[in-house]
C-alpha cells in the first residue's frame, strides 16, 4: 500500500519554511526522499534509516518516526531552487530495496 | 558518459502492438528497476532485478515482461500494448541500499 504524504502541493514565499509528511501503515525499515523538477528524472535527496536519525541535505532536512511509521521532510529558508515535487519512498525489512513512493508533493517557491 | 541511459524517449504506438523499451547502466550496479509514473500515483514499481537472470514482480507487472541476460541492461517489453499502459517509465539502478539512480525516462503514448 502506498504512503500517504501531505500536504499534496504547498506554495511558499523565498525564505520561509515547509514541512512534507510522509505516512505508512506498514512497518518501515527506511524511508527515502526524491525530488523531481518538471519534465526530469527524480533525483534522490537523503535515506533515513529506522532509529529516528535526522538527516540534512543543504537546508533541507528529514526524520523518521518509527512508531509512528512516519517521515517529516523541512524546507528551511526554502530558496526557488527548491521548486519540484518530492517524493518519499518507504522500504519495509521484507522487501529489500522495493520503495513505494507516495503520491507527491508538489512545491512552489516564488520570489 | 557513464550512467543510466534509456531509449527511446518518445514513443506513439497503437492498441495491441508489442514495445520494447531499453535501459543500459554503465555503472555495474546489481539492482535495476521499472518504475511507471501516472499523475496522482507517483512512482509505482513494475519489475525490479537483483542481478543477471534474477528478476521478480513489483506492484504493476501485468502486461509487462522484463529479461536481464546482462548486469548492464533491462529492457521492459510490452507485449500487446493497452491504453492504460499510456505512461512515463523510468528505469533506475541502485549499487546497494540506498540511493536510487534514475533515468532520464521513456515517455510512452499508447492509442
Known amino acids: 500500500q502506498q504512503p500517504v504524504q501531505s500536504p499534496q502541493a504547498v506554495i511558499l514565499r523565498e525564505g520561509e519554511d515547509a514541512v512534507i509528511n510522509c505516512s505508512s501503515s506498514k512497518a518501515l525499515y527506511s524511508v527515502h526522499w526524491y525530488r523531481q523538477k518538471h519534465g526530469e528524472a527524480p533525483v534522490f535527496l537523503m535515506i533515513?534509516?529506522?532509529?529516528?536519525e535526522q538527516k540534512g541535505h543543504d537546508k533541507i532536512s528529514a526524520s523518521f518516526n518509527e512508531k509512528k511509521q512516519q517521515s517529516s521532510l523541512y524546507l528551511t529558508a526554502s530558496q526557488l531552487s527548491y521548486s519540484g515535487t518530492y517524493f518519499c519512498?518507504?522500504?519495509?525489512?521484507?522487501?529489500?530495496?522495493?520503495?513505494?513512493f507516495g503520491a507527491g508533493t508538489q512545491v512552489v517557491v516564488t520570489p | 558518459d557513464a550512467g543510466i541511459t534509456q531509449s527511446p524517449r518518445y514513443k506513439i504506438t497503437e492498441t495491441g502492438r508489442q514495445v520494447t523499451l531499453m535501459c543500459h547502466q554503465t555503472?555495474?550496479?546489481?539492482?535495476m528497476f521499472w518504475y511507471r509514473q501516472d499523475l496522482g500515483h507517483g512512482l509505482r514499481l513494475i519489475y525490479y532485478?537483483?542481478?543477471?537472470?534474477?528478476?521478480d514482480k513489483g506492484e504493476v507487472p501485468d502486461g509487462y515482461v522484463v529479461s536481464r541476460s546482462k548486469t548492464e541492461n533491462f529492457p521492459l517489453t510490452l507485449e500487446s500494448a493497452t491504453r492504460s499502459q499510456t505512461s512515463v517509465y523510468f528505469c533506475?539502478?541502485?549499487?546497494?541500499?540506498?540511493?536510487?539512480?534514475f533515468g532520464e525516462g521513456s515517455r510512452l503514448t499508447v492509442l
Open positions: 555503472w555495474s550496479h546489481s539492482y
Open positions: 532485478s537483483a542481478a543477471a537472470d534474477i528478476t
Open positions: 519512498g518507504t522500504e519495509k525489512s521484507d522487501s529489500w530495496g522495493k520503495l513505494q
Open positions: 533515513l534509516l529506522k532509529g529516528g
Open positions: 533506475a539502478s541502485m549499487l546497494r541500499p540506498g540511493e536510487l539512480f
